[in-house]
């Protein structure tokens, strides 16, 4: 069972950066998909960008070309790169892992909270 740990989250001001982490406790070279999910207060989780073993990064539309992601397998790490950001991308960010034939992994979340 893989447990996942996310940083980097906090305050920014509008227009502003953060770069978020997510550490596993195991590696992750052979997990063929692991993704950010965002909820804000009032909303449903949302899919914020699918990070899959091989193959292209997609990225929901609301954060194309601002958010990059990626993925360390040396450190057991991803992470999100979020720039330009704007009020509406506040939310709870959370890491998750898709793990064939053992089911879906969360982190606990990391709070971002884009205001002036």
């Not at 965002?38 to 997609?58: D, M, N, Y």
Request: proline residues 3%; hydrophobic residues 35%; positive net charge.
């Amino acid at each position: 069972q893989v447990q996942l740990v996310e940083s980097g989250g906090g305050w920014v001001q509008p227009g502003g950066s953060l770069r978020l982490s997510c550490a596993a406790s195991q590696s992750i070279f052979s997990i063929q998909l692991m993704s950010w999910y965002r909820q804000a207060p009032g909303k449903q989780r949302e899919l914020v960008v699918t990070i899959p073993r091989w193959g292209s990064r997609i990225y929901a539309d609301s954060v194309k070309g601002r958010f990059a992601a990626n993925r360390d397998n040396a450190k057991n790490t991803i992470y999100l790169q979020m720039n330009s950001l704007k009020p509406e991308d506040t939310a709870v960010y959370y890491c998750n892992a898709n793990i064939t034939d053992q089911g879906s992994y969360w982190g606990q979340g990391t709070q971002v909270t884009v205001s002036s």
